[in-house]
Protein backbone atom coordinates (compact mmCIF):
# COMPACT_ATOMS: atom_id res chain seq x y z
CA UNK A 1 0.00 0.00 0.00
CA UNK A 2 1.69 3.63 -1.37
CA UNK A 3 0.70 6.19 1.19
CA UNK A 4 -0.28 9.59 -0.73
CA UNK A 5 -0.68 13.01 0.15
CA UNK A 6 -2.67 15.87 -1.21
CA UNK A 7 -1.78 17.80 -2.84
CA UNK A 8 0.41 15.52 -5.32
CA UNK A 9 3.32 16.04 -6.69
CA UNK A 10 4.10 15.52 -10.82
CA UNK A 11 6.96 13.26 -9.64
CA UNK A 12 4.70 11.14 -7.48
CA UNK A 13 1.92 10.54 -10.06
CA UNK A 14 4.80 9.48 -12.60
CA UNK A 15 5.64 6.95 -9.70
CA UNK A 16 2.65 5.12 -9.68
CA UNK A 17 1.38 2.22 -12.15
CA UNK A 18 -1.62 0.22 -12.57
CA UNK A 19 -2.31 -2.19 -10.48
CA UNK A 20 -1.08 -0.19 -7.31
CA UNK A 21 -3.06 -0.01 -4.35
CA UNK A 22 -2.71 3.23 -2.49
CA UNK A 23 -4.17 5.19 0.81
CA UNK A 24 -4.97 8.81 0.29
CA UNK A 25 -4.78 11.40 2.57
CA UNK A 26 -5.96 15.34 2.61
CA UNK A 27 -8.61 17.24 1.40
CA UNK A 28 -10.37 16.33 -2.03
CA UNK A 29 -13.80 17.50 -3.10
CA UNK A 30 -16.88 15.09 -4.43
CA UNK A 31 -18.20 16.43 -7.92
CA UNK A 32 -20.12 14.19 -10.69
CA UNK A 33 -22.78 14.49 -13.20
CA UNK A 34 -24.40 18.39 -12.81
CA UNK A 35 -20.85 19.47 -11.05
CA UNK A 36 -18.49 18.30 -14.59
CA UNK A 37 -21.62 19.95 -16.59
CA UNK A 38 -21.56 22.93 -14.93
CA UNK A 39 -17.51 23.44 -14.49
CA UNK A 40 -17.69 22.57 -18.57
CA UNK A 41 -20.15 24.55 -19.51
CA UNK A 42 -20.03 27.53 -17.27
CA UNK A 43 -15.83 27.92 -17.20
CA UNK A 44 -14.65 25.65 -19.82
CA UNK A 45 -16.45 25.51 -22.79
CA UNK A 46 -18.20 29.14 -21.76
CA UNK A 47 -21.76 27.84 -23.22
CA UNK A 48 -23.48 29.51 -20.65
CA UNK A 49 -23.05 32.67 -18.45
CA UNK A 50 -21.83 32.72 -14.59
CA UNK A 51 -24.99 33.17 -12.28
CA UNK A 52 -25.47 33.77 -8.82
CA UNK A 53 -22.91 32.29 -6.79
CA UNK A 54 -21.02 30.76 -9.82
CA UNK A 55 -17.70 32.79 -10.28
CA UNK A 56 -17.73 32.85 -5.80
CA UNK A 57 -17.69 28.95 -6.03
CA UNK A 58 -15.34 28.52 -8.87
CA UNK A 59 -12.46 31.01 -7.51
CA UNK A 60 -13.10 28.55 -3.92
CA UNK A 61 -12.89 25.41 -5.89
CA UNK A 62 -9.91 26.41 -7.90
CA UNK A 63 -6.96 26.49 -5.04
CA UNK A 64 -8.70 23.21 -4.15
CA UNK A 65 -8.81 21.46 -7.65
CA UNK A 66 -5.15 23.02 -8.03
CA UNK A 67 -2.57 19.53 -7.84
CA UNK A 68 -6.09 17.81 -6.44
CA UNK A 69 -8.70 15.43 -5.96
CA UNK A 70 -11.92 14.79 -7.55
CA UNK A 71 -14.20 12.11 -6.30
CA UNK A 72 -17.18 10.78 -8.00
CA UNK A 73 -19.61 9.87 -5.18
CA UNK A 74 -22.94 11.05 -4.40
CA UNK A 75 -22.94 10.57 -0.52
CA UNK A 76 -25.26 10.39 2.68
CA UNK A 77 -24.99 12.94 5.07
CA UNK A 78 -26.20 13.41 8.59
CA UNK A 79 -26.43 16.85 10.07
CA UNK A 80 -28.10 18.39 7.01
CA UNK A 81 -30.65 20.20 9.34
CA UNK A 82 -28.08 21.68 11.78
CA UNK A 83 -24.80 22.27 9.02
CA UNK A 84 -23.10 19.57 11.26
CA UNK A 85 -22.40 17.28 8.47
CA UNK A 86 -20.72 13.85 8.69
CA UNK A 87 -20.56 11.42 6.08
CA UNK A 88 -22.79 8.06 6.89
CA UNK A 89 -22.09 6.43 3.18
CA UNK A 90 -19.72 7.70 0.34
CA UNK A 91 -18.82 5.03 -1.96
CA UNK A 92 -17.82 6.04 -5.57
CA UNK A 93 -20.49 6.57 -8.02
CA UNK A 94 -19.70 5.08 -11.74
CA UNK A 95 -16.98 7.21 -13.59
CA UNK A 96 -17.92 6.59 -17.28
CA UNK A 97 -20.65 8.76 -17.31
CA UNK A 98 -17.99 11.86 -16.60
CA UNK A 99 -16.20 10.97 -19.45
CA UNK A 100 -17.16 13.76 -22.17
CA UNK A 101 -16.17 16.17 -19.65
CA UNK A 102 -13.31 14.84 -17.37
CA UNK A 103 -10.23 15.45 -19.59
CA UNK A 104 -10.70 18.83 -20.17
CA UNK A 105 -11.72 18.95 -16.36
CA UNK A 106 -8.37 17.68 -15.39
CA UNK A 107 -6.64 19.87 -17.74
CA UNK A 108 -8.58 23.13 -16.60
CA UNK A 109 -7.89 22.74 -13.03
CA UNK A 110 -4.74 20.38 -12.98
CA UNK A 111 -6.48 17.80 -10.92
CA UNK A 112 -4.12 14.90 -10.70
CA UNK A 113 -6.37 12.35 -9.04
CA UNK A 114 -9.87 11.11 -10.27
CA UNK A 115 -11.44 8.42 -7.78
CA UNK A 116 -14.80 6.73 -9.37
CA UNK A 117 -15.68 2.90 -10.12
CA UNK A 118 -15.34 1.17 -13.46
CA UNK A 119 -12.61 2.99 -15.20
CA UNK A 120 -12.97 5.84 -17.43
CA UNK A 121 -12.15 6.04 -21.11
CA UNK A 122 -9.31 7.16 -23.55
CA UNK A 123 -10.25 10.38 -23.57
CA UNK A 124 -9.87 10.51 -19.96
CA UNK A 125 -6.11 7.77 -20.37
CA UNK A 126 -4.86 10.97 -22.33
CA UNK A 127 -5.35 13.64 -20.00
CA UNK A 128 -3.81 11.20 -17.12
CA UNK A 129 -0.63 11.12 -19.68
CA UNK A 130 -0.98 15.32 -20.30
CA UNK A 131 -1.99 16.65 -16.92
CA UNK A 132 0.05 13.63 -15.76
CA UNK A 133 -3.13 12.26 -13.55
CA UNK A 134 -4.31 9.03 -13.00
CA UNK A 135 -7.74 7.13 -12.02
CA UNK A 136 -7.95 5.33 -8.95
CA UNK A 137 -10.71 2.72 -8.13
CA UNK A 138 -12.31 2.65 -4.99
CA UNK A 139 -14.78 0.01 -4.19
CA UNK A 140 -18.28 -0.06 -5.51
CA UNK A 141 -20.97 0.19 -2.47
CA UNK A 142 -18.11 -0.31 0.30
CA UNK A 143 -19.44 2.88 1.22
CA UNK A 144 -19.77 1.90 5.71
CA UNK A 145 -16.18 1.83 5.34
CA UNK A 146 -15.20 4.52 2.95
CA UNK A 147 -17.23 6.96 5.31
CA UNK A 148 -15.02 6.05 7.69
CA UNK A 149 -11.99 7.19 6.35
CA UNK A 150 -13.26 10.85 5.90
CA UNK A 151 -12.65 12.17 8.93
CA UNK A 152 -14.39 16.12 8.61
CA UNK A 153 -16.49 17.60 5.99
CA UNK A 154 -14.81 21.22 5.59
CA UNK A 155 -17.82 22.12 4.20
CA UNK A 156 -20.23 21.97 0.75
CA UNK A 157 -20.97 24.06 -2.28
CA UNK A 158 -23.93 23.90 -4.58
CA UNK A 159 -25.91 22.13 -2.51
CA UNK A 160 -28.83 23.62 -4.40
CA UNK A 161 -27.87 20.65 -6.92
CA UNK A 162 -29.08 17.68 -4.04
CA UNK A 163 -27.26 16.43 -1.57
CA UNK A 164 -25.77 13.74 -4.06
CA UNK A 165 -24.77 16.12 -6.85
CA UNK A 166 -23.37 18.90 -4.74
CA UNK A 167 -19.83 19.53 -4.15
CA UNK A 168 -18.84 18.40 -0.94
CA UNK A 169 -15.09 19.40 0.61
CA UNK A 170 -13.87 16.75 3.11
CA UNK A 171 -10.70 15.57 4.78
CA UNK A 172 -9.80 11.76 4.10
CA UNK A 173 -7.30 9.69 6.06
CA UNK A 174 -5.98 6.24 4.63
CA UNK A 175 -8.97 6.64 1.96
CA UNK A 176 -8.17 3.07 0.38
CA UNK A 177 -8.00 2.84 -3.67
CA UNK A 178 -6.30 1.20 -6.79
CA UNK A 179 -4.68 2.35 -9.79
CA UNK A 180 -6.27 1.35 -12.52
CA UNK A 181 -5.33 4.24 -15.20
CA UNK A 182 -1.75 5.55 -14.99
CA UNK A 183 0.04 8.57 -16.54
CA UNK A 184 1.89 6.36 -18.81
CA UNK A 185 -1.18 5.54 -21.06
CA UNK A 186 -1.95 1.95 -19.12
CA UNK A 187 -5.69 0.90 -18.46
CA UNK A 188 -6.81 -2.04 -16.35
CA UNK A 189 -10.04 -1.58 -17.81
CA UNK A 190 -9.48 -1.90 -21.31
CA UNK A 191 -6.88 -4.79 -20.65
CA UNK A 192 -9.67 -6.35 -18.94
CA UNK A 193 -12.50 -5.44 -21.82
CA UNK A 194 -10.07 -6.87 -24.63
CA UNK A 195 -9.46 -10.16 -23.05
CA UNK A 196 -13.19 -10.54 -21.95
CA UNK A 197 -13.89 -9.85 -25.62
CA UNK A 198 -11.92 -12.88 -26.68
CA UNK A 199 -13.92 -15.12 -24.31
CA UNK A 200 -17.05 -13.85 -25.45
CA UNK A 201 -16.38 -14.58 -28.98
CA UNK A 202 -15.32 -18.18 -27.59
CA UNK A 203 -18.25 -18.72 -25.97
CA UNK A 204 -20.39 -16.95 -28.85
CA UNK A 205 -18.61 -19.51 -31.30
CA UNK A 206 -20.26 -22.62 -29.48
CA UNK A 207 -24.15 -23.78 -29.50
CA UNK B 1 -56.76 -1.09 8.99
CA UNK B 2 -53.49 -0.31 10.99
CA UNK B 3 -51.17 1.88 10.49
CA UNK B 4 -48.25 -0.17 9.62
CA UNK B 5 -45.85 3.48 8.64
CA UNK B 6 -43.31 2.16 11.67
CA UNK B 7 -43.75 -1.15 10.16
CA UNK B 8 -42.34 -0.71 7.05
CA UNK B 9 -39.50 2.31 8.05
CA UNK B 10 -37.60 -0.77 9.71
CA UNK B 11 -38.21 -2.62 6.46
CA UNK B 12 -36.36 0.14 4.72
CA UNK B 13 -33.88 0.17 7.48
CA UNK B 14 -32.84 -3.25 7.19
CA UNK B 15 -32.89 -3.65 3.41
CA UNK B 16 -30.46 -0.71 3.16
CA UNK B 17 -28.30 -1.60 5.85
CA UNK B 18 -28.10 -5.52 5.94
CA UNK B 19 -28.02 -7.94 2.90
CA UNK B 20 -29.98 -11.03 3.56
CA UNK B 21 -28.27 -14.21 3.95
CA UNK B 22 -28.64 -15.68 0.87
CA UNK B 23 -26.76 -12.91 -0.96
CA UNK B 24 -23.89 -12.60 2.08
CA UNK B 25 -23.28 -16.38 1.80
CA UNK B 26 -22.66 -16.72 -2.33
CA UNK B 27 -20.00 -13.70 -1.82
CA UNK B 28 -18.21 -15.59 0.88
CA UNK B 29 -18.03 -18.42 -1.16
CA UNK B 30 -16.54 -16.33 -3.91
CA UNK B 31 -13.54 -14.70 -1.45
CA UNK B 32 -12.41 -18.20 -1.42
CA UNK B 33 -12.47 -18.53 -5.69
CA UNK B 34 -10.59 -15.48 -5.93
CA UNK B 35 -6.11 -15.62 -5.69
CA UNK B 36 -5.15 -14.54 -2.39
CA UNK B 37 -3.02 -10.96 -2.99
CA UNK B 38 -5.12 -10.42 -5.88
CA UNK B 39 -6.84 -7.02 -6.27
CA UNK B 40 -10.35 -9.19 -6.92
CA UNK B 41 -10.04 -11.30 -3.69
CA UNK B 42 -9.25 -7.48 -1.96
CA UNK B 43 -12.37 -6.35 -3.30
CA UNK B 44 -14.58 -8.62 -2.00
CA UNK B 45 -12.93 -9.05 1.42
CA UNK B 46 -13.75 -5.00 1.63
CA UNK B 47 -16.94 -5.54 0.55
CA UNK B 48 -17.39 -8.70 3.17
CA UNK B 49 -15.80 -6.22 6.16
CA UNK B 50 -18.43 -3.18 4.45
CA UNK B 51 -21.45 -5.40 4.94
CA UNK B 52 -20.32 -6.49 8.31
CA UNK B 53 -19.53 -2.67 9.15
CA UNK B 54 -23.31 -1.33 8.05
CA UNK B 55 -24.72 -4.19 9.83
CA UNK B 56 -23.47 -3.07 13.22
CA UNK B 57 -23.94 0.48 12.77
CA UNK B 58 -27.53 0.48 10.72
CA UNK B 59 -25.75 2.49 8.19
CA UNK B 60 -26.16 1.96 4.51
CA UNK B 61 -24.05 -0.29 2.80
CA UNK B 62 -24.05 1.54 -0.53
CA UNK B 63 -24.68 5.53 -0.45
CA UNK B 64 -27.17 5.12 -3.78
CA UNK B 65 -30.05 3.36 -2.05
CA UNK B 66 -31.50 3.29 -5.35
CA UNK B 67 -35.15 3.77 -6.56
CA UNK B 68 -37.19 1.59 -4.16
CA UNK B 69 -39.42 -0.92 -5.44
CA UNK B 70 -42.26 -2.35 -3.19
CA UNK B 71 -44.04 -5.50 -4.14
CA UNK B 72 -47.12 -5.41 -2.18
CA UNK B 73 -49.46 -8.80 -1.84
CA UNK B 74 -52.71 -7.43 0.18
CA UNK B 75 -55.28 -9.39 1.74
CA UNK B 76 -58.85 -8.25 0.76
CA UNK B 77 -60.27 -5.39 2.66
CA UNK B 78 -56.98 -3.36 2.90
CA UNK B 79 -56.63 0.60 1.12
CA UNK B 80 -53.90 0.36 -1.36
CA UNK B 81 -54.89 4.43 -1.26
CA UNK B 82 -53.93 4.20 2.26
CA UNK B 83 -50.66 1.42 1.78
CA UNK B 84 -49.54 3.89 -0.47
CA UNK B 85 -49.25 6.76 1.91
CA UNK B 86 -47.74 4.91 4.85
CA UNK B 87 -45.07 3.60 2.70
CA UNK B 88 -44.49 6.95 1.27
CA UNK B 89 -44.46 8.62 5.24
CA UNK B 90 -42.23 5.89 5.82
CA UNK B 91 -39.71 6.38 2.56
CA UNK B 92 -39.43 9.98 3.75
CA UNK B 93 -38.85 9.34 7.73
CA UNK B 94 -35.76 7.05 6.32
CA UNK B 95 -34.44 9.56 4.52
CA UNK B 96 -34.22 11.86 7.18
CA UNK B 97 -32.97 9.11 9.51
CA UNK B 98 -30.42 8.96 6.62
CA UNK B 99 -31.04 4.96 5.79
CA UNK B 100 -31.88 6.24 2.40
CA UNK B 101 -30.21 8.87 0.14
CA UNK B 102 -32.54 11.87 -1.28
CA UNK B 103 -32.76 9.96 -4.63
CA UNK B 104 -35.88 11.55 -6.52
CA UNK B 105 -34.66 13.85 -9.31
CA UNK B 106 -37.27 16.06 -11.21
CA UNK B 107 -35.98 14.23 -14.73
CA UNK B 108 -35.58 17.76 -16.77
CA UNK B 109 -34.60 20.75 -14.10
CA UNK B 110 -32.69 18.25 -11.99
CA UNK B 111 -34.35 19.43 -9.10
CA UNK B 112 -34.23 16.68 -6.22
CA UNK B 113 -37.37 16.63 -3.86
CA UNK B 114 -35.04 15.85 -0.81
CA UNK B 115 -37.26 13.52 0.93
CA UNK B 116 -37.22 10.49 -1.63
CA UNK B 117 -40.55 11.28 -3.23
CA UNK B 118 -41.64 12.24 -6.59
CA UNK B 119 -44.43 11.41 -8.81
CA UNK B 120 -46.56 8.30 -9.23
CA UNK B 121 -43.26 5.98 -9.89
CA UNK B 122 -41.56 6.92 -7.19
CA UNK B 123 -41.02 5.19 -4.89
CA UNK B 124 -42.51 2.34 -7.53
CA UNK B 125 -44.88 0.39 -5.96
CA UNK B 126 -46.47 -2.41 -7.30
CA UNK B 127 -50.07 -4.07 -5.76
CA UNK B 128 -51.60 -7.29 -5.60
CA UNK B 129 -54.64 -8.43 -3.68
CA UNK B 130 -54.19 -12.07 -2.41
CA UNK B 131 -56.54 -14.90 -0.57
CA UNK B 132 -55.93 -15.40 2.95
CA UNK B 133 -55.05 -12.89 5.73
CA UNK B 134 -51.01 -12.37 5.40
CA UNK B 135 -50.18 -9.07 4.01
CA UNK B 136 -46.53 -8.75 2.31
CA UNK B 137 -44.31 -6.29 1.20
CA UNK B 138 -41.32 -6.61 -0.99
CA UNK B 139 -38.63 -4.31 -1.44
CA UNK B 140 -35.62 -4.13 -3.46
CA UNK B 141 -33.18 -1.17 -3.32
CA UNK B 142 -31.64 -0.89 -6.83
CA UNK B 143 -28.76 1.63 -7.47
CA UNK B 144 -28.15 3.67 -10.85
CA UNK B 145 -24.97 2.33 -11.43
CA UNK B 146 -26.22 -1.37 -12.23
CA UNK B 147 -29.28 -0.17 -13.29
CA UNK B 148 -27.73 2.00 -16.14
CA UNK B 149 -25.67 -1.59 -17.46
CA UNK B 150 -29.23 -3.48 -18.09
CA UNK B 151 -30.15 -4.15 -21.40
CA UNK B 152 -33.11 -5.71 -23.86
CA UNK B 153 -32.81 -7.62 -26.95
CA UNK B 154 -34.89 -8.00 -29.91
CA UNK B 155 -34.68 -11.06 -31.51
CA UNK B 156 -33.82 -12.31 -33.83
CA UNK B 157 -30.47 -10.22 -33.50
CA UNK B 158 -28.34 -10.60 -36.34
CA UNK B 159 -25.11 -9.86 -34.81
CA UNK B 160 -24.86 -11.82 -32.14
CA UNK B 161 -26.05 -14.56 -34.15
CA UNK B 162 -29.15 -14.82 -31.94
CA UNK B 163 -32.14 -16.43 -32.80
CA UNK B 164 -35.95 -16.68 -31.25
CA UNK B 165 -34.72 -20.00 -28.69
CA UNK B 166 -33.19 -20.39 -25.64
CA UNK B 167 -30.14 -20.88 -27.26
CA UNK B 168 -30.38 -17.07 -28.45
CA UNK B 169 -31.21 -15.79 -25.01
CA UNK B 170 -27.85 -17.16 -23.91
CA UNK B 171 -26.07 -15.27 -26.47
CA UNK B 172 -27.85 -11.77 -25.89
CA UNK B 173 -26.88 -12.53 -21.97
CA UNK B 174 -23.70 -13.06 -22.28
CA UNK B 175 -23.27 -10.17 -24.48
CA UNK B 176 -25.08 -7.67 -22.50
CA UNK B 177 -22.95 -9.28 -19.21
CA UNK B 178 -19.71 -8.30 -21.05
CA UNK B 179 -20.59 -5.02 -22.05
CA UNK B 180 -21.61 -4.30 -18.47
CA UNK B 181 -18.36 -5.23 -17.35
CA UNK B 182 -17.51 -4.06 -13.85
CA UNK B 183 -19.94 -0.42 -14.23
CA UNK B 184 -22.70 -2.53 -12.42
CA UNK B 185 -20.54 -3.33 -9.28
CA UNK B 186 -19.64 -7.03 -10.06
CA UNK B 187 -19.49 -9.59 -8.84
CA UNK B 188 -23.65 -9.23 -9.69
CA UNK B 189 -26.46 -11.20 -10.02
CA UNK B 190 -28.84 -11.45 -13.31
CA UNK B 191 -32.62 -11.00 -13.50
CA UNK B 192 -33.50 -12.25 -16.94
CA UNK B 193 -37.24 -12.11 -18.66
CA UNK B 194 -38.17 -13.55 -21.72
CA UNK B 195 -41.47 -12.62 -24.02
CA UNK B 196 -43.61 -9.88 -22.97
CA UNK B 197 -43.87 -6.41 -24.82
CA UNK B 198 -41.32 -4.32 -23.61
CA UNK B 199 -42.56 -2.50 -20.77
CA UNK B 200 -44.02 -5.70 -18.77
CA UNK B 201 -40.41 -7.92 -19.98
CA UNK B 202 -38.37 -5.01 -18.29
CA UNK B 203 -41.17 -4.86 -15.67
CA UNK B 204 -40.50 -9.18 -15.43
CA UNK B 205 -37.25 -9.19 -14.82
CA UNK B 206 -36.46 -7.03 -12.10
CA UNK B 207 -39.74 -9.14 -10.04
CA UNK B 208 -37.52 -12.39 -10.44
CA UNK B 209 -34.42 -10.72 -8.12
CA UNK B 210 -37.07 -10.82 -5.58
CA UNK B 211 -36.54 -14.90 -5.71
CA UNK B 212 -34.28 -16.46 -3.17
CA UNK B 213 -31.10 -17.59 -4.77
CA UNK B 214 -31.36 -21.13 -3.28
CA UNK B 215 -34.76 -21.26 -5.06
CA UNK B 216 -35.02 -24.00 -7.98
CA UNK B 217 -36.73 -23.23 -11.13
CA UNK B 218 -39.55 -25.70 -11.92
CA UNK B 219 -38.87 -25.73 -15.59
CA UNK B 220 -35.33 -28.12 -15.72
CA UNK B 221 -34.19 -26.12 -19.33
CA UNK B 222 -34.21 -22.92 -17.67
CA UNK B 223 -32.77 -24.02 -14.31
CA UNK B 224 -29.85 -25.47 -16.40
CA UNK B 225 -29.61 -22.34 -18.38
CA UNK B 226 -29.42 -20.19 -15.40
CA UNK B 227 -26.29 -22.45 -14.02
CA UNK B 228 -24.82 -22.42 -17.56
CA UNK B 229 -25.02 -18.26 -17.82
CA UNK B 230 -23.47 -17.57 -14.61
CA UNK B 231 -20.72 -20.19 -15.36
CA UNK B 232 -20.00 -18.50 -18.20
CA UNK B 233 -20.11 -15.13 -17.57
CA UNK B 234 -18.02 -15.86 -15.01
CA UNK B 235 -15.17 -17.36 -17.60
CA UNK B 236 -15.30 -13.68 -19.28
CA UNK B 237 -12.87 -13.05 -16.27
CA UNK B 238 -14.31 -9.47 -16.04
CA UNK B 239 -13.94 -9.99 -11.91
CA UNK B 240 -14.73 -8.33 -8.97
CA UNK B 241 -15.12 -4.54 -9.99
CA UNK B 242 -13.85 -5.64 -13.07
CA UNK B 243 -10.40 -5.93 -11.78
CA UNK B 244 -9.96 -9.07 -13.58
CA UNK B 245 -10.78 -12.28 -11.37
CA UNK B 246 -12.74 -15.49 -11.65
CA UNK B 247 -15.98 -14.48 -10.12
CA UNK B 248 -18.02 -12.20 -12.43
CA UNK B 249 -21.56 -13.28 -11.74
CA UNK B 250 -23.08 -14.41 -8.34
CA UNK B 251 -26.57 -16.15 -9.73
CA UNK B 252 -29.36 -15.75 -12.98
CA UNK B 253 -32.88 -16.48 -12.79
CA UNK B 254 -34.68 -16.51 -15.88
CA UNK B 255 -39.04 -16.44 -16.38
CA UNK B 256 -40.86 -16.70 -19.15
CA UNK B 257 -43.53 -15.10 -20.45
CA UNK B 258 -46.35 -15.00 -23.09
CA UNK B 259 -45.70 -12.89 -26.04
CA UNK B 260 -46.91 -11.47 -28.91
CA UNK B 261 -46.20 -13.48 -32.43
CA UNK B 262 -44.07 -10.63 -34.05
CA UNK B 263 -41.89 -10.24 -30.76
CA UNK B 264 -39.55 -11.96 -28.38
CA UNK B 265 -37.84 -9.84 -26.20
CA UNK B 266 -35.38 -10.79 -24.13
CA UNK B 267 -34.38 -8.23 -20.96
CA UNK B 268 -31.32 -7.99 -18.57
CA UNK B 269 -31.75 -6.43 -14.90
CA UNK B 270 -28.32 -6.56 -13.80
CA UNK B 271 -28.24 -6.13 -9.77
CA UNK B 272 -25.08 -5.37 -7.88
CA UNK B 273 -23.59 -7.19 -5.78
CA UNK B 274 -25.28 -5.17 -2.75
CA UNK B 275 -28.57 -7.16 -3.47
CA UNK B 276 -30.50 -5.37 -1.16
CA UNK B 277 -34.05 -7.01 -0.65
CA UNK B 278 -36.47 -8.33 1.85
CA UNK B 279 -39.71 -9.13 2.77
CA UNK B 280 -42.15 -8.39 5.74
CA UNK B 281 -45.06 -10.58 6.74
CA UNK B 282 -47.66 -9.41 8.75
CA UNK B 283 -50.33 -11.61 10.30
CA UNK B 284 -52.46 -10.05 12.42
CA UNK B 285 -50.73 -8.01 15.11
CA UNK B 286 -46.97 -10.80 14.21
CA UNK B 287 -45.04 -9.04 11.68
CA UNK B 288 -41.61 -11.06 10.44
CA UNK B 289 -38.98 -9.86 8.11
CA UNK B 290 -36.73 -12.30 5.95
Known amino acids: MRAVKIPISDKMIHSLKVGDPVSLSGVMITGRDTVHKWMSDTFIKKTRLPQGDDQAVYDAIKHLLESGVIYHCGPVVAGLGTGDYRFVAAGPTTSIREEPYQGEVMRHFHVKGVIGKGGMGNRTLAACKEVPGVYLHAIGGAASIIAQSVERVLGVYKLDFGVPEAMWVIEVKDFPVVVTMDAHGNSLHADVEARSKVVLDELLSKA | ?290
Open chain 2, 1 to 290: MQDITDLILELVRLVSTDLPSDVESSIRRAVEQEEPGSAARGALETILKNIELSRGNSTPICQDTGTPIFYVHYPEGWSTRRLRQQIEAAVATATQRSYLRPNAVEALSGKNSGNNLGDLHFPTIHFEEVEGDVLTIDLLLKGGGCENVGAQYSLPHTALGAGRDLAGVRRVVLDAVHKAQGQGCAPGFLGVAVGGDRGSSYYASKEVLFQNLEDQNPDPKLAEMEKRLTEESNQLGIGPMGFGGKTTVLGTKITSMHRLPASFFVSVSYMCWAYRRRRMILQGNKVSYR
